[in-house]
């Protein structure tokens, strides 16, 4: 069991960007709900269902995840206002469809077991590229 994290942000031209997406597998069997702690470990999703899904299912199962989250995050944005990051969070159901659970807008960016340094500050500067965007616009 594993929920799917992705993490949006604009960059400094005010695009959406897919900075991170990642699963939260669980290790113990039947818990899906997230508290971090000994019972997760996270995984680049592309790897997860690589081994997963291998094939032509597999990347069509990315590219509904990339679609939905930039579908998501753009009118999430036209019913609240201008936002620079979005944290989405999805599952699976048995057919392997995702389904959107939530969204979060202060997403968690402390570096996580599969990222790099470069990832998280990658993250931070993403936000910071749009603030400098929104700096200039005035």
Request: hydrophobic letters at 40%; aromatic letters at 10%.
């Amino acid at each position: 069991r594993f929920d799917i994290r992705v993490l949006m942000a604009k960059d400094g031209q005010g695009t959406w960007k897919n900075v991170r997406t990642h699963a939260w597998i669980t290790k113990e069997e039947g818990k899906t709900d997230w508290i971090r702690g000994e019972n997760w470990e996270a995984l680049p999703l592309p790897h997860l269902i690589s081994e997963l899904v291998p094939g032509e299912r597999g990347t069509l199962l990315l590219r509904q995840v990339a679609d939905m989250s930039l579908y998501l995050v753009q009118n999430i944005e036209l019913e609240v206002g201008p936002m620079g990051e979005i944290g989405l969070d999805f599952g699976l159901d048995v057919d392997l469809k995702p389904w959107f659970f939530e969204a979060n807008t202060m997403p968690e960016k402390e570096p996580e077991p599969c990222d790099s340094p470069c990832v998280v500050s990658w993250a931070y500067q993403t936000v910071m590229e749009y603030a400098k965007y929104l700096a200039q616009k005035r």
